[in-house]
Nanobody
Framework: VQLQASGGGLVQAGGSLRLSCVAS????????MAWYRQAPGTQRELVAS???????NYAESVKGRFTISRVNVKNTVYLQMNSLKPEDTAVYYC??????????WGQGTLVTVSS
């Protein structure tokens, strides 16, 4: 399973970005899809996750600003990020749980929010 993340970039505080992550390869089925982030000098943290039944979960720091969604037929997960803050600056990683092969990570996409 390969994951290709895209959509990162430089944005001013208060702006928006939409991240995408597409899973490809031999896929029997996908369970939970998630976005994590890691800022310099910090541990990777869960930002948002969404189950195959579309139940979502968010870190407190992004609730009300970020929205995770998925399109199952496209094996794609999105993260819509609004009202971005400088503290959202990080490398964002997608994570996908392939039901037969386990969890896979994408390569990361950098989000930089300027003040």
């Amino acid at each position: 399973v390969q994951l290709q993340a895209s959509g990162g970039g430089l944005v001013q505080a208060g702006g928006s970005l939409r991240l995408s992550c597409v899973a490809s390869g031999t896929i029997g089925g996908i369970g939970t899809m998630a976005w994590y982030r890691q800022a310099p000098g910090t541990q990777r943290e869960l930002v948002a996750s969404i189950t195959s039944g579309a139940s979502s979960n968010y870190a407190e720091s992004v609730k009300g600003r970020f929205t995770i969604s998925r399109v199952n037929v496209k094996n794609t997960v999105y993260l819509q990020m609004n009202s971005l803050k400088p503290e959202d600056t990080a490398v964002y990683y997608c994570n996908v749980d392939e039901i037969y092969r386990g969890k896979f990570w994408g390569q990361g996409t950098l989000v930089t929010v300027s003040s």
